[in-house]
């Protein structure tokens, strides 16, 4: 079980299994591989074993892999890690989907891409992601901007139960759908945690060194 390959057909077996368990189905469900810190031809053998959703966290890293793979075919970047407000609009040019719309700065430099609200679970406010209590007020400033919104991201804290902290994404979920009723996406999940996030409703996942392998230490 060492190559790319057995990694990836080992998550796939492992999200099929947690969506059985869930009663759902796997095909509703979207694996996003996190490729950040690794070289381009990664993401180039990923792409060769199917995969077509990349996750990347830092604009400096994402652009140019981006601009260097736009010859693949289909392919669907994610952007997972911290926006800072000068550079959000050019992350929006290449990234298809951002995961980290988290403040009402955002929204000018965002308008017109399609955003998950991060909110964040742990008091620290430098985590990135919005309080719980700021959800109703940013998807409703994102709507009026342009922003697609399509539903909450979040990360597990540590030191808490992944599966508790995923019911907790849930129930902020159910409350916003109230006044956002097309927000019904969750990105939550990543190597350690992702069957907790299936059996908690994620619909998109993000995982990276279950499929990658470690990363490379960052340069
Ligand atoms: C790096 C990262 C991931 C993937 O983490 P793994 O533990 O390698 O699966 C997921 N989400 C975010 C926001 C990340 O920064």
Redesign the pocket.
């Known amino acids: 079980m060492d190559s790319l390959a057995d990694r990836l057909a080992a998550v796939q077996a492992g999200v099929a299994d947690a969506a059985a368990r869930a009663g759902r189905d796997a095909a509703e469900l979207t694996t996003v591989v996190?490729t950040?810190f690794h070289p381009a031809q990664l993401v180039r053998d990923l792409h060769a074993l199917g995969v077509r959703d990349f996750g990347e966290?830092r604009h400096q890293e994402a652009q140019p892999k981006a601009a260097e793979l736009a010859d693949l075919d289909g392919v669907t970047w994610h952007f997972?890690?911290q926006l800072q407000s000068k550079k959000a609009k050019q992350v929006a040019s290449y990234a298809d989907l951002i995961h980290s719309f988290d403040r009402e700065a955002l929204v000018g430099p965002l308008a017109g891409s399609r955003v998950f609200i991060q909110v964040n679970l742990t008091d620290d406010p430098d985590r990135g992601g919005a309080a719980p209590q700021e959800l109703e007020r940013l998807a409703a400033l994102a709507a009026e901007g342009g922003l697609d919104v399509l539903g909450l991201m979040a990360?597990a804290p540590l030191g808490e139960e992944p599966r508790a902290a995923f019911a907790r994404v849930r129930e902020l979920s159910e409350r916003l759908v109230r006044t956002a009723p097309a927000a019904t996406a969750l990105s939550m999940g990543?190597?350690?945690d992702y069957a907790d996030a299936i059996l908690e409703g994620a619909t998109h996942l993000?995982?990276?060194?279950?499929i990658t392998g470690n990363r490379p230490v960052k340069g």
């Open positions: 996190v950040k966290s997972i890690g990360v990543m190597s350690g993000r995982i990276g060194t279950a």
